[in-house]
């Protein structure tokens, strides 16, 4: 089985300023992981996914994770927050199984100030 | 807009009753995925469904139940609702069966008083 730890339930920074989201994962196997937004009274949207091969992973927004394995983390960042930045992001991981279903973990708040 | 579709937006129920909600996934998308939000539980996987049929389960109560259709829409079913049941009920599809990117709707929130 396999699941996800978000440090941090709420994150501050201010506009301009270096974003940096953490997520750990545990999988038995080698996992896929994604991370989503969900901006207030909305669905999730994929911000980007790591399945296999480049370990940085570019999505969209100018956000960026680095999947290390040997750390099993996968940080989200962007070098410059905007306001619009301000959402919930969720870190999920999933298996290259024939049955795969997407482990959530419990979500961080991004809050922008000005 | 992810072409996922959720109706109804909205829910408000008593206890006790039953409620069916309905998703309808992306064109071409033949897995259907139930996911509830709540405050305490965070986003849980319920249940999956493939071209009609069940493929997994997570933590569904007994008293949810779901179907996929022909047309590949699908129907969550919550009955004998409790004060706890309240939350956001997503759905998400991908393409086919595996690890693809999951495509959610925008949500039914439900409330139950």
């Known amino acids: 089985a396999q699941s996800v730890t978000q440090l941090g339930s709420h994150v501050s920074v201010s506009e301009g300023a270096l974003v940096l989201l953490r997520c750990n994962y545990s999988?038995?196997?080698?996992?896929?992981l994604f991370w989503y937004v969900q901006y207030p009274n909305q669905g999730l949207q994929l911000l980007l996914k790591?399945?296999?091969?480049?370990?940085l992973v570019k999505g969209i927004n100018g956000f960026e994770a680095e999947f290390k394995k040997s750390e099993t983390s996968f940080h989200l960042t962007k070098p410059s927050a905007h306001m619009s930045d301000a959402a919930e992001y969720f870190c999920?991981?999933?298996?290259?199984?024939?049955?795969?279903?997407?482990?959530f973990g419990k979500g961080t708040m991004l809050l922008v100030s000005p | 807009d992810s072409g996922v579709t959720q109706t109804p937006k909205h829910l408000i129920t008593a206890t006790g009753q039953r409620v069916t909600l309905r998703c309808s996934p992306r064109?071409?998308?033949?897995?259907v995925y139930w996911y509830q939000q709540s405050l305490d539980q965070g986003l849980q996987f319920l249940i999956q469904?493939?071209?009609?049929?069940?493929?997994a389960k997570g933590n569904i109560l007994e008293r949810f139940s779901a179907q996929q259709f022909p047309d590949l829409h699908s129907e969550l079913n919550l009955s004998s609702l409790e004060l706890g049941d309240s939350a956001l009920y997503f759905c998400?599809?991908?393409?086919?069966?595996?690890?693809?990117?999951?495509?959610f709707g925008p949500g039914t929130r439900l409330t139950v008083l």
């Open positions: 064109s071409g998308d033949l897995s």
């Open positions: 469904y493939y071209n009609g049929e069940e493929r």
């Open positions: 998400a599809s991908t393409r086919g069966n595996g690890a693809d990117t999951q495509y």
């Open positions: 999988s038995s196997v080698p996992p896929y």
């Open positions: 790591y399945t296999t091969g480049a370990t």
């Open positions: 999920a991981v999933s298996v290259n199984s024939g049955y795969s279903t997407l482990t």
